[in-house]
């Protein structure tokens, strides 16, 4: 990628600001429509909220609640072009909702078969009551008192580190060129004022590169305001952060295939209580924050709240001795009306053009990164006056795309790569070995993600190319040697290198684990 930007020559029509979901989309949508595109990313694709989500692709039953039919329907939509186009990393998960009021068959009953029609020919399957005994079939943990049935739907289920990685190769793929640890420090900008690109730091070399650009995108989600204060020191803040934290628990929690909906926590929030990766995902909270950061902490308040609203729907209630890991996001919510030139594109992402000319677009959900990224290109295209072309990423598959992904066993998320991986495996047996007998993933894996994912330290290898530090935060330290030998085999580096990563990762993985009482 280094080799494909120093033999670029003359602007990028785009260079794309954040390699997150929303950045991710932006690649992929430009260079697919043929634009020159350069992505830079300070840490890792997903170190920010990307990684961090409740792993849903969801038309978001809460907003139904809240009336905000055209929302539903827009995210219902996506999630279906989302499953034609990476059917190897969406799966089809069934959602319970228990009843333990009379009320609460009807109305959610009803609700849900809303949700249903309003996906239309994008449904994901028919919603429909449950009796006590068909609930107690789906959720065998699910505590009994006052149970009195339950109403089962279906949404989109994820990984969503997974998914950016795959949209970085194919954004690469259509000629893009996506970095990682590539910092930008500086906007600069041409004699009338308007930015015309950015100043980064490869932050492993030190070296800095000064990308010219037709448009620069701001896609830094939480960190928006940031960036848009290197163009104009005096913006007024765009982003209001809020924290969500997730707990992960082992999978006798929730041992089905199903998972729990809880409509209405004590504060008027959803609950989730997923099957993921063999584990139980457990989230979220909705906490406002002063500052976003690249490693936001849960609070003991967020923590103790999880634990207490899973208390109420779990026969055996989770304690914090059986935390493997908890991690917390930061959702880059848009404040409203407080510029001229905001153009809210749509109630759920907004595209703003500051007076410098640098163009942010933040808000959406992992869901709509797609229409968000098409919205953002017709902008910033006309905006800078480039030739137009038609978007094509509603019906591009993203790489990896494999139609039966759940016949390639544990490898089913790397979708048509994991035939390559297999290949490894074959010809150095040694690498079809997992690292630690609590999680599947093996030395195969670390090469892979070393050779074709562009993965750099320890810390990209467990928790983003293999989700071990989010599922389970011991196992991931315990990884960590195995991991960095092998990184340091494929990347040259020397044993020194291989202490670092290892203390550093040691380090991290301490604050996604819960000390018990
Ligand atoms: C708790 C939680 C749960 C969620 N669950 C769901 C869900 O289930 N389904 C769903 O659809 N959505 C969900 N979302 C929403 C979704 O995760 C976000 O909308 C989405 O990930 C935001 O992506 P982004 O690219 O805008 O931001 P980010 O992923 O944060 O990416 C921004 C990137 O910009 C980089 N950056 C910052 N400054 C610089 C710089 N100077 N130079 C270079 N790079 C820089 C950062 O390092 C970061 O990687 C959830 C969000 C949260 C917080």
Not at 42 to 70: A, C, W
Not at 102 to 107: A, I, K, L, M, V
Not at 158 to 177: C, I, K, P
Not at 226 to 232: E, F, I, K, P, S
Request: hydrophobic share 40%.
């Amino acid at each position: 990628m280094l080799a494909r930007v120093d033999r670029h020559r003359g602007p990028w029509d785009f260079v794309i600001v954040g390699g997150g979901a929303t950045g991710a989309g932006v690649a992929v949508d430009a260079a697919s429509r043929g634009y020159a595109v350069l992505l830079l990313e300070q840490s890792d694709f997903g170190k920010g909220t990307s990684s961090r989500s409740t792993k849903l692709v969801h038309g978001g039953v809460r907003y139904l609640e809240q009336g905000n039919i055209s929302l539903v329907m827009e995210a219902l939509k996506e999630r279906g072009i989302l499953r034609q186009n990476a059917p190897h990393l969406v799966g089809n998960l069934p959602f319970v909702v228990p009843n333990y009021d009379w009320w609460e068959t009807p109305f959610y009953g009803l609700g849900l078969k809303v949700y249903n029609l309003l996906a239309g020919k994008y449904g994901f399957g028919e919603s429909s009551i449950l009796s006590r005994e068909e609930t107690l079939q789906r959720l065998p943990t699910i505590r009994t008192d006052g149970l009195r049935g339950g109403v089962v739907y279906y949404d989109g289920q994820f990984d969503d580190a997974r998914l950016l990685v795959n949209l970085m190769q194919t954004a690469s793929e259509h000629g893009a060129a996506p970095l990682n640890y590539m910092q930008v420090t500086a906007v600069t900008k041409g004699s009338d004022g308007t930015v015309d690109g950015v100043v980064a730091r490869d932050l492993e070399s030190g070296r800095e590169i000064h990308a010219a650009a037709r448009v620069v995108i701001n896609a830094t989600g939480p960190f928006a305001d940031t960036v848009r204060r290197l163009a104009d020191p005096g913006a007024e803040a765009l982003i209001a952060p809020s924290q969500g934290i997730h707990l992960v628990f082992d999978r006798s929690f929730l041992p089905g295939t199903s998972a729990i909906m809880v409509p209405h926590t004590k504060d008027g929030r959803v609950m989730f209580a997923i099957p993921w990766h063999g584990h139980t995902v457990v989230g979220t909270t909705d906490t406002p924050i002063a500052e976003a950061s690249l490693e936001p902490r849960a609070l003991e308040t967020e923590i103790g709240f999880i634990l207490e609203t899973a208390a109420l729907y779990l026969h055996k209630a989770p304690t914090r001795a059986d935390v493997l890991s908890v991690f917390a996001g930061i959702r880059p919510l848009v404040r409203r009306g407080d510029s001229r030139i905001t153009a809210a594109l749509s109630r759920d992402h907004t595209i703003h053009i500051d007076s410098s000319g640098l163009l942010t677009t933040a808000g959406g959900k992992w869901t709509t990164y797609r229409h968000m990224a098409e919205d953002t290109v017709d902008q910033a295209a006309e905006f800078a006056r480039l030739p137009e072309k038609p978007c094509v990423t509603a019906e591009l598959r993203i790489h990896g795309f494999h139609p039966h992904a759940d016949s390639l066993g544990t490898l089913g998320v790397y979708g048509s790569d994991a035939a390559a991986i297999r290949e490894l495996e074959r010809t150095e047996p040694r690498l079809a070995e997992p690292l630690d007998a609590a999680m599947p993933c093996t030395g195969a894996q670390v090469v892979w993600a070393a050779r074709e994912e562009m993965a750099r330290t320890v810390e990209d290898m467990l928790a983003r190319r293999c989700r071990a530090l989010f599922l389970n935060a011991a196992a991931a330290i315990r990884m960590a040697p195995a991991a960095a030998a092998l990184l340091a085999r494929e990347l040259g580096r020397d044993d020194a290198w291989q202490r670092d990563q290892i203390a550093a990762f040691e380090t991290l993985a301490r604050g996604y684990r819960v000390a018990a009482e």
